[in-house]
């Protein structure tokens, strides 16, 4: 049994444009616009230091600052991040991808001691 749904055409958010608008007008290679290899060059914040990400030969970015700190990354040969560590070295976050690309595990490890191991589980929808 097939059932057909009526899709709304195609609308254009006025925003984006207006977003790559302001990404154009900024002055190349400035710590807000990306390389032409989308990578930033820095990160700025009011009232804090500049973050400046760090990437590896293949585009992926191994320093990164997210709101629980600043981390190191490892990716896998099929650019998967596999490994996060926090800046201090107290906390790994592992993680493992199945033969399609899925992540099928996540283990935390804090000071030494995991906090949490999570398998994921996948099943075909028929």
Not at 14 to 25: E, K, L, V
Not at 48 to 77: C, H, K, M
Request: with cysteine.
């Amino acid at each position: 049994m097939m059932t057909r749904i009526a899709v709304p055409p195609t609308v254009t958010a006025t925003t984006t444009s207006a977003t790559a608008r302001r990404r154009r007008n900024r002055p190349k290679n400035s710590p807000t616009r990306p390389t032409d290899s989308n990578q930033y060059t820095g990160i700025e914040e009011s009232g804090e230091a500049p973050f400046v990400p760090t990437y590896d030969a293949s585009g992926n970015q191994t320093l990164i600052r997210t709101s629980t700190g600043i981390w190191t990354v490892a990716y896998n040969a099929a650019n998967r991040a596999t490994s996060f560590t926090s800046r201090d070295g107290a906390t790994v976050v592992e993680c493992g991808y199945d033969y399609q690309g899925r992540r099928f595990m996540k283990k935390v490890t804090v000071n030494g001691t995991v906090a949490s191991h999570e398998r994921y589980l996948y099943t075909a929808i028929c």
